[in-house]
């Protein structure tokens, strides 16, 4: 479950690799139900998420290992849960999402610092997915600004 199906293992960039592994999940459980039970199961696998990393790491003897993307599944699918299933809303989400993740602007990087454990690990990509989410709210409103 920490690699998502073994997505976390893919070199390079793992937690890439990881957050493309969540996509088709999204857009199953957004297509088939509604784009709000992303949010329920993103709640679900966020405490299954702390119990994988803590085992994973504890496996491996370290803290927030690059193999552990369930994460970046728990934060993207936050992120999309905002958006249609389309393939545009999705790569705009991933994008988004990617980006914030790896820049860890305050308090993301403060958080995975400082937390330890897998509540460290699951909770600074929450953060990221706040600031993702942020900024498709953002590009929408001035895109409908745009051409009000």
Do not use: C
Not at 62 to 74: C, F, K, P, R, T
Not at 82 to 100: Q, S, T
Request: net charge negative; proline share 6%.
């Amino acid at each position: 479950m920490a690699t998502w199906f073994g997505s976390g293992l893919l070199r390079p960039m793992p937690g890439t690799w990881g957050t493309a592994a969540a996509l088709p999940f999204a857009w199953a459980i957004a297509s088939f139900s509604a784009p709000v039970w992303l949010f329920a199961a993103a709640a679900i696998l966020f405490p299954i998420g702390i119990w994988a990393a803590n085992r994973y790491d504890a496996m491996k003897q370290a803290h927030d290992s690059s193999e552990i993307v369930v994460d970046e599944v728990v934060g993207v699918w936050l992120v999309l849960a905002l958006v249609p299933p389309d393939w545009l809303h999705y790569l705009a989400g991933f994008l988004l999402f990617r980006v914030f993740d790896i820049a860890k602007p305050w308090p993301v990087g403060w958080v995975d610092r400082r937390l330890a454990g897998g509540l460290g690990v699951m909770a600074d990509d929450v953060l990221a997915a706040l600031y993702a989410m942020a900024g498709i709210y953002g590009i929408g409103w001035l895109i409908a600004w745009s051409t009000a």
